[in-house]
């Protein structure tokens, strides 16, 4: 039952991607409605004219052999007639002229010698009657001709279409006095012979547009092969595979397209490599640099925390002239070594090293921890529910809170508050404090590295990476961390984390089977060895 599921899902699959490939906007469709567009036009022009001059030579033809014939009639049969000749007369000699190689009907129109008028058709009284003649027709007959004519009766004819039949209807008059002789030709067979001459031409005209479907289709694979792959080694340029070539043969258009992409590819390539090797070296420089600052650091921290205790001591062993000073370098000081410490943990982000070790944690518990360890319990106000369980890093949910609190008590002043909510298998944490806001032209930019707000907000002695690396720390996890102005005044920063955040497949965990241990993971071996340094690069 599964497989027959996968095959139909397979199948829709399939179809979808026929259709997605004749979409409106497909070059392929519209190159082939271009082409049968063309074709039905020609074809179509080519059998209207066909169509036409054929059937006006039909007609003429038909037309003047007709004609011919009943004038011929009408001078050697109805011209020997009487001038007031009987309706006997009438009807013989009709039936003569009905007789003759073009089989029409005939209709003879007199004058009896008492002034009466006599009719005399070849079908009898029930056949070819004056009213089967248009009245435009018996008005241009019996209208005799003014001027110098030798002839002053013509012969009128007139295409008439009866119950769906064609007919050539025409009518003269004898000259010299006589019946006026009027005459009706079923033009069907010609009719006939003349639709499948349409349906003729109307095949013609769909075999034509079939193959010319059938040439647009081969010119579409023979131009839009080259464009696909193209648009495939493109897609995979895109996903980083800078080492995708075009395989160029022929010398036109299209292969000079697939040469410029390799050329393209390449130069693409060599520079990316530049920029990743050049990315690199400044990583390594960083991370040197904060390494190497680490040992004089110690020292000038041991120090410090010596002269800070000498100043918080009423012993007076500080001159007050100095005072300033001292407590300056050991601000400052303080500061440098938060600064290297933020700096070695942006770089493990960026050189990918950064992992998580997981546990489960009472967030609230977490909270609260975090709160008291930096003695901020007076100025925040926490709203959390025992019980939200989840799976974190502890140390890393610790930077993330003291990023985020920090940065609200700094810069919004106390009460904090944070509130702390689980829903959807995720736990969501808000910190909100009471201050002037972030103003909107700021809050794009409240995550980017060493930026500060100081046009709207205080000074900040920080070192400009705190909320960057709470917001890596938030995605190592799987989650984001959003910026926005509280409506009851105030910024907000919102904290999303998945409740389960193991991952076997996070981009962002090096740990890939082989061992590799990340050093910024305090108590691990791998941090021990970060923040020992080697005696010959001591000697240097």
Request: aromatic share 4%; net charge negative.
């Amino acid at each position: 039952m599964t497989e027959r599921h996968g095959g139909f899902r397979g199948w829709t699959a399939g179809r979808k991607g026929k259709l997605s490939r004749l979409r409106f906007t497909s070059l392929r469709l519209r190159l082939v409605m271009v082409f049968g567009a063309v074709a039905l036009t020609a074809a179509v022009s080519a059998s209207g004219i066909a169509y036409w001059l054929n059937r006006e030579a039909v007609l003429t033809r038909t037309q003047g052999a007709v004609l011919r014939d009943f004038e011929q009639e009408m001078q050697n049969r109805a011209g020997s007639l009487p001038e007031h000749p009987s309706q006997d007369e009438l009807l013989h000699t009709a039936g003569q002229m009905a007789n003759s190689s073009q089989r029409f009907s005939v209709l003879l129109v007199g004058a009896d010698v008492t002034g009466r008028t006599v009719y005399g058709s070849s079908g009898g009284l029930n056949g070819f009657s004056l009213e089967d003649v248009p009245a435009s027709l018996r008005t241009a007959v019996n209208k005799q001709q003014d001027g110098g004519d030798s002839s002053p009766y013509h012969l009128y004819w007139q295409r008439v279409v009866d119950d769906g039949t064609p007919y050539l209807v025409a009518g003269t008059k004898v000259i010299g006095g006589g019946p006026t002789g009027y005459m009706r030709k079923s033009l069907e067979p010609e009719a006939k012979d003349l639709n499948s001459l349409a349906w003729s031409l109307g095949i013609a005209t769909g075999l034509a547009l079939i193959g010319a479907a059938l040439l647009a289709q081969a010119a579409a694979t023979t131009v839009l092969k080259p464009v696909h792959r193209l648009g495939v080694a493109a897609r995979r340029l895109g996903e980083g595979r800078l080492d995708t070539r075009l395989r160029v043969s022929g010398t036109d258009e299209l292969a000079d397209l697939s040469r410029t992409f390799n050329r393209t590819a390449e130069a693409l390539e060599k520079r990316v490599a530049d920029m990743a090797s050049r990315d690199e070296a400044s990583r390594r420089f960083v991370a040197d640099m904060s390494h190497e600052l680490r040992t004089p650091l110690t020292a000038i921290t041991a120090v410090t925390e010596v002269l800070e205790e000498e100043l918080d001591a009423e012993s007076g062993s500080i001159d007050p002239m100095i005072e300033p000073a001292v407590r300056l370098v050991v601000s400052e000081t303080r500061r440098l070594n938060n600064l290297v410490e933020n700096l070695m943990e942006v770089t493990r982000f960026d050189a990918g090293t950064a992992r998580l070790v997981l546990d489960d944690v009472d967030v609230a518990d977490q909270i609260t921890a975090c709160i008291d360890a930096r003695a901020w319990l007076d100025a925040v106000d926490l709203d959390a529910e025992r019980g939200i369980h989840a799976q974190l890093d502890p140390r890393r949910l610790d930077v993330i809170m003291a990023n985020l609190i920090g940065n609200a008590l700094k810069h919004g002043g106390s009460p904090v508050r944070v509130s702390v909510t689980a829903a959807r298998d995720e736990v969501v944490i808000a910190v909100r404090d009471h201050g002037p806001g972030i103003p909107e032209e700021v809050l794009p930019h409240v995550f980017d590295r060493f930026y500060k707000a100081s046009a709207s907000r205080p000074r900040s002695e920080g070192s400009g990476l705190g909320l960057s690396i709470a917001l890596e720390n938030a995605h190592i996890h799987g989650g984001e961390i959003t910026a926005a102005n509280s409506p009851e005044g105030g910024a907000v920063f919102t904290l999303r984390l998945p409740q389960d955040a193991s991952d076997p497949d996070d981009p962002n965990d090096p740990d890939d089977g082989d061992g590799t241990v990340d050093p910024g993971e305090p108590g691990e071996p791998g941090e021990k060895a970060a923040r020992s340094v080697p005696d010959e690069e001591k000697a240097r």
